[in-house]
């Protein structure tokens, strides 16, 4: 959402206890088949998402940054000194290492769930202090001063043209996301809201919205139990 809203790309890296550094900064892939034959070449080097996102000036997003190895992180220090540049050893056929230095434009981003979660880590302070923390509490479809904002979000993604009929159903929605909040043991985040709008908008052709509002809460909230 902050790309689309800034109008800009983004690349991503999925972390996992198995992330590479490759993963981040490219690996020797198989050549096609018609290069195998014409130019005898079986490998070439593909860039990886932060290279890739340094020479285009784009964003880099690290999703659970966390679950990553000391090692693998470790390469990005060089990335968020102000030079920000980045000395790659891997590829090879070079006969010096390639440095790349980010284009105008460039920013990581990065996101973890809290230390304390199970399986999860802290990071360390070295690398805490190159990036400026944001906390996002959990949503709270309870919370009265939240209420707005949610049925804000709920109508401006509803595929209704009439304002005051998408308004109506946003707070039918959120009323129906208040009363399951409060009886089902299971705790609703962002992601539910945002499939059970995918949901609505993937069918509304097929059928009519309201339709669509209570299959989509059918298959996405109630089945999620």
């Given at each position: 959402?902050?790309?689309?809203?800034?109008?800009?790309?983004?690349?991503?890296?999925?972390?996992?206890?198995?992330?590479?550094?490759?993963?981040?900064?490219?690996r020797l892939v198989?050549?096609?088949?018609?290069?195998?034959?014409?130019?005898?070449?079986?490998?070439?080097?593909?860039?990886?998402?932060?290279?890739?996102?340094?020479?285009?000036?784009?964003?880099?997003?690290?999703?659970?940054?966390?679950?990553?190895?000391?090692?693998?992180?470790?390469?990005?220090?060089?990335?968020?000194?102000?030079?920000?540049?980045?000395?790659?050893?891997?590829?090879?056929?070079?006969?010096?290492?390639?440095?790349?230095?980010?284009?105008?434009?460039?920013?990581?981003?990065?996101?973890?769930?809290?230390?304390g979660d199970?399986?999860?880590?802290?990071?360390?302070?070295?690398?805490?202090?190159?990036?400026?923390?944001?906390?996002?509490?959990?949503?709270?479809?309870?919370?009265?001063?939240?209420?707005?904002?949610?049925?804000?979000?709920?109508?401006?993604?509803?595929?209704?043209?009439?304002?005051?009929?998408?308004?109506?159903?946003?707070?039918?929605?959120?009323?129906?996301?208040?009363?399951?909040?409060?009886?089902?043991?299971?705790?609703?985040?962002?992601?539910?809201?945002?499939?059970?709008?995918?949901?609505?908008?993937?069918?509304?052709?097929?059928?009519?919205?309201?339709?669509?509002?209570?299959?989509?809460?059918?298959?996405?909230?109630?089945?999620?139990?």
């Amino acid at each position: 959402m902050f790309a689309k809203a800034n109008n800009r790309s983004m690349n991503t890296v999925n972390c996992h206890m198995s992330t590479e550094a490759a993963d981040f900064v490219g690996r020797l892939v198989p050549a096609p088949l018609e290069c195998q034959e014409r130019m005898s070449m079986f490998f070439y080097w593909l860039d990886g998402p932060l290279v890739k996102s340094m020479n285009q000036g784009e964003y880099f997003l690290i999703d659970e940054i966390s679950l990553a190895e000391d090692a693998v992180i470790e390469r990005l220090n060089s990335v968020l000194e102000p030079e920000r540049t980045l000395t790659v050893y891997e590829r090879i056929g070079c006969t010096q290492p390639m440095t790349v230095r980010s284009a105008p434009g460039f920013n990581v981003l990065a996101t973890m769930n809290p230390g304390g979660d199970y399986g999860k880590r802290e990071l360390s302070r070295a690398l805490r202090n190159r990036f400026t923390e944001i906390w996002c509490k959990t949503t709270s479809f309870q919370a009265s001063e939240e209420q707005e904002d949610m049925v804000e979000l709920l109508s401006q993604n509803l595929p209704v043209e009439d304002d005051l009929l998408r308004n109506s159903l946003a707070k039918c929605m959120l009323d129906f996301l208040r009363q399951i909040d409060s009886r089902m043991p299971k705790e609703f985040s962002m992601r539910d809201v945002i499939a059970w709008l995918q949901f609505i908008k993937a069918n509304v052709e097929m059928l009519d919205v309201t339709l669509s509002i209570v299959h989509g809460a059918l298959a996405t909230v109630i089945d999620s139990f």
